[in-house]
Protein backbone atom coordinates (compact mmCIF):
# COMPACT_ATOMS: atom_id res chain seq x y z
CA UNK A 1 0.00 0.00 0.00
CA UNK A 2 1.61 3.41 -1.40
CA UNK A 3 1.85 6.84 1.66
CA UNK A 4 -1.01 8.26 -0.22
CA UNK A 5 -3.45 5.36 -0.19
CA UNK A 6 -2.39 5.17 3.51
CA UNK A 7 -3.05 8.74 4.28
CA UNK A 8 -6.39 8.26 2.16
CA UNK A 9 -7.62 5.79 4.39
CA UNK A 10 -6.87 7.26 7.75
CA UNK A 11 -8.99 10.09 6.34
CA UNK A 12 -11.62 8.23 5.71
CA UNK A 13 -11.21 6.36 8.78
CA UNK A 14 -11.88 9.52 10.77
CA UNK A 15 -14.08 10.22 9.20
CA UNK A 16 -16.80 7.58 9.03
CA UNK A 17 -19.07 5.85 11.48
CA UNK A 18 -16.89 3.77 13.78
CA UNK A 19 -17.68 -0.03 15.00
CA UNK A 20 -17.60 -0.80 17.86
CA UNK A 21 -16.58 -4.21 19.98
CA UNK A 22 -19.71 -6.84 19.61
CA UNK A 23 -22.43 -6.39 22.36
CA UNK A 24 -21.75 -3.06 22.67
CA UNK A 25 -23.87 0.03 21.24
CA UNK A 26 -22.13 1.70 18.68
CA UNK A 27 -20.70 4.86 19.11
CA UNK A 28 -22.00 7.27 15.79
CA UNK A 29 -21.21 10.55 14.45
CA UNK A 30 -21.98 12.77 11.96
CA UNK A 31 -19.35 13.04 9.27
CA UNK A 32 -17.24 15.89 9.87
CA UNK A 33 -15.08 18.09 6.75
CA UNK A 34 -11.50 19.07 9.03
CA UNK A 35 -12.49 22.39 8.60
CA UNK A 36 -16.31 21.68 10.51
CA UNK A 37 -14.00 20.03 12.96
CA UNK A 38 -11.73 23.47 13.20
CA UNK A 39 -14.94 25.59 13.83
CA UNK A 40 -17.16 23.35 15.96
CA UNK A 41 -14.28 22.61 18.81
CA UNK A 42 -12.87 24.87 21.56
CA UNK A 43 -9.28 23.91 20.90
CA UNK A 44 -7.05 22.77 17.88
CA UNK A 45 -3.63 21.88 18.27
CA UNK A 46 -0.49 19.37 17.56
CA UNK A 47 1.09 17.93 19.92
CA UNK A 48 3.46 14.51 21.11
CA UNK A 49 1.30 12.17 23.18
CA UNK A 50 4.04 10.83 25.58
CA UNK A 51 2.13 8.56 28.52
CA UNK A 52 -1.40 7.42 29.18
CA UNK A 53 -2.99 6.96 32.64
CA UNK A 54 -6.25 4.58 33.32
CA UNK A 55 -8.56 6.39 35.23
CA UNK A 56 -11.95 6.19 37.68
CA UNK A 57 -11.61 2.34 38.30
CA UNK A 58 -14.26 2.82 40.54
CA UNK A 59 -14.45 0.79 44.19
CA UNK A 60 -15.02 -2.87 45.78
CA UNK A 61 -18.78 -2.35 45.37
CA UNK A 62 -18.64 -0.43 42.11
CA UNK A 63 -16.74 -1.28 39.00
CA UNK A 64 -16.74 1.87 36.51
CA UNK A 65 -17.17 0.17 32.57
CA UNK A 66 -15.87 3.33 31.16
CA UNK A 67 -12.70 4.54 32.88
CA UNK A 68 -11.28 8.10 31.92
CA UNK A 69 -7.50 7.65 30.16
CA UNK A 70 -5.54 11.06 30.51
CA UNK A 71 -3.08 11.37 28.16
CA UNK A 72 0.33 13.27 28.65
CA UNK A 73 1.36 15.41 26.08
CA UNK A 74 4.18 17.66 24.80
CA UNK A 75 2.50 20.60 22.99
CA UNK A 76 4.05 21.51 20.29
CA UNK A 77 1.54 24.38 18.38
CA UNK A 78 -1.66 26.00 18.98
CA UNK A 79 -3.83 26.63 16.21
CA UNK A 80 -7.02 27.63 18.31
CA UNK A 81 -7.81 28.09 21.61
CA UNK A 82 -6.18 29.53 25.13
CA UNK A 83 -2.66 30.95 25.42
CA UNK A 84 -2.21 28.35 28.23
CA UNK A 85 -0.02 24.94 27.75
CA UNK A 86 -1.65 22.13 27.50
CA UNK A 87 -0.45 19.02 28.88
CA UNK A 88 -2.88 16.52 28.94
CA UNK A 89 -6.56 15.35 27.04
CA UNK A 90 -9.31 13.12 28.34
CA UNK A 91 -11.11 10.50 26.89
CA UNK A 92 -12.99 7.25 27.64
CA UNK A 93 -11.16 4.40 27.92
CA UNK A 94 -13.54 2.19 25.29
CA UNK A 95 -14.90 3.12 22.20
CA UNK A 96 -18.20 2.27 23.27
CA UNK A 97 -18.98 5.41 24.85
CA UNK A 98 -16.28 7.10 21.83
CA UNK A 99 -13.43 6.71 23.77
CA UNK A 100 -10.17 7.70 21.87
CA UNK A 101 -6.87 5.39 21.44
CA UNK A 102 -3.46 7.37 20.89
CA UNK A 103 -0.56 5.89 20.24
CA UNK A 104 2.00 6.72 23.38
CA UNK A 105 5.35 6.18 21.61
CA UNK A 106 5.51 9.80 20.77
CA UNK A 107 3.48 10.17 17.94
CA UNK A 108 2.28 13.84 16.61
CA UNK A 109 -1.23 14.00 16.01
CA UNK A 110 -3.53 17.09 15.28
CA UNK A 111 -6.47 17.16 17.62
CA UNK A 112 -9.78 18.96 18.06
CA UNK A 113 -11.61 18.71 21.33
CA UNK A 114 -13.87 20.58 23.82
CA UNK A 115 -12.29 22.25 26.89
CA UNK A 116 -14.36 22.20 30.12
CA UNK A 117 -14.99 24.90 32.61
CA UNK A 118 -11.81 23.13 35.05
CA UNK A 119 -9.50 23.94 32.02
CA UNK A 120 -9.40 19.99 30.99
CA UNK A 121 -9.63 18.95 27.43
CA UNK A 122 -11.47 16.04 26.62
CA UNK A 123 -11.56 14.48 23.11
CA UNK A 124 -13.90 11.86 21.51
CA UNK A 125 -14.19 9.40 18.77
CA UNK A 126 -16.93 12.13 17.14
CA UNK A 127 -14.01 15.08 17.37
CA UNK A 128 -11.31 15.00 14.46
CA UNK A 129 -8.09 13.62 15.28
CA UNK A 130 -4.86 12.25 13.12
CA UNK A 131 -1.58 11.32 12.92
CA UNK A 132 0.31 14.74 11.85
CA UNK A 133 2.13 13.26 9.26
CA UNK A 134 -0.65 11.39 7.39
CA UNK A 135 -2.34 15.02 6.95
CA UNK A 136 -1.19 17.32 3.35
CA UNK A 137 0.38 19.86 3.25
CA UNK A 138 -2.57 22.05 2.01
CA UNK A 139 -4.82 21.21 5.45
CA UNK A 140 -1.54 21.90 7.36
CA UNK A 141 -1.09 25.05 5.42
CA UNK A 142 -5.27 25.76 6.12
CA UNK A 143 -5.09 25.16 10.28
CA UNK A 144 -3.48 28.59 10.08
CA UNK A 145 -4.41 30.27 6.39
CA UNK A 146 -8.06 29.51 5.62
CA UNK A 147 -10.40 26.98 7.76
CA UNK A 148 -10.94 29.86 10.33
CA UNK A 149 -12.10 32.27 7.54
CA UNK A 150 -14.63 29.92 6.50
CA UNK A 151 -16.13 29.51 10.36
CA UNK A 152 -19.38 31.10 8.83
CA UNK A 153 -19.76 29.03 5.43
CA UNK A 154 -21.72 26.03 6.71
CA UNK A 155 -20.32 22.52 4.82
CA UNK A 156 -23.42 20.23 3.36
CA UNK A 157 -22.57 16.72 3.79
CA UNK A 158 -23.48 14.93 0.90
CA UNK A 159 -23.98 11.00 0.65
CA UNK A 160 -26.66 10.37 -2.31
CA UNK A 161 -27.91 11.76 -5.53
CA UNK A 162 -29.58 14.57 -5.46
CA UNK A 163 -27.15 16.92 -3.39
CA UNK A 164 -28.62 20.12 -2.95
CA UNK A 165 -27.88 23.34 -0.72
CA UNK A 166 -30.21 26.05 0.99
CA UNK A 167 -28.56 28.80 0.27
CA UNK A 168 -25.42 30.95 -1.15
CA UNK A 169 -23.09 30.43 1.79
CA UNK A 170 -22.76 26.76 1.94
CA UNK A 171 -20.34 24.60 0.32
CA UNK A 172 -21.49 20.78 -1.17
CA UNK A 173 -19.47 18.37 0.21
CA UNK A 174 -19.10 15.20 -2.55
CA UNK A 175 -15.98 13.13 -0.93
CA UNK A 176 -18.44 10.30 0.34
CA UNK A 177 -20.54 10.43 -2.90
CA UNK A 178 -17.32 10.10 -5.31
CA UNK A 179 -15.24 7.75 -3.45
CA UNK A 180 -12.75 10.49 -2.24
CA UNK A 181 -11.34 12.29 -0.04
CA UNK A 182 -9.79 15.53 -2.47
CA UNK A 183 -12.27 18.11 -0.87
CA UNK A 184 -11.00 16.85 2.92
CA UNK A 185 -7.75 16.91 2.26
CA UNK A 186 -7.25 20.17 0.04
CA UNK A 187 -9.95 22.48 -0.05
CA UNK A 188 -11.46 24.92 2.54
CA UNK A 189 -14.61 26.64 1.79
CA UNK A 190 -14.35 30.07 2.67
CA UNK A 191 -16.66 33.21 2.55
CA UNK A 192 -16.44 35.67 -0.06
CA UNK A 193 -16.91 39.42 -0.35
CA UNK A 194 -20.44 39.05 -1.32
CA UNK A 195 -21.18 36.58 1.38
CA UNK A 196 -21.81 33.35 -0.47
CA UNK A 197 -19.13 30.68 0.17
CA UNK A 198 -17.05 28.35 -2.18
CA UNK A 199 -14.04 26.25 -2.31
CA UNK A 200 -11.03 27.36 -2.49
CA UNK A 201 -7.84 24.86 -3.28
CA UNK A 202 -4.93 26.37 -1.04
CA UNK A 203 -1.50 26.53 -3.16
CA UNK A 204 1.14 24.38 -2.10
CA UNK A 205 4.51 25.02 -1.55
CA UNK A 206 7.33 23.25 -2.82
CA UNK A 207 8.78 21.68 0.13
CA UNK A 208 6.40 19.85 2.41
CA UNK A 209 5.40 21.77 6.01
CA UNK A 210 6.50 20.26 9.06
Known amino acids: MTRMMKSCFVTLATLFLWQLEEGTEACSCIPSHPQQAFCNSDVVFRAKVIGAQVLNMGNDSFV???????YDIKMMKMFKG???NIDAVYTASSSAPCGVS????????LITGRLEEDGTVHITLCNFFQQWDTLSNAQKLNLIQ???TGCDCKITYCSSIPCMINGPAECLWTDFLTGSTEQARAYACIMRSDGSCSWYRNRIPSKAEH
Open 64 to 70: NPFPSVK
Open 82 to 84: PTG
Open 102 to 109: LDTNGEQY
Open 146 to 148: RYQ
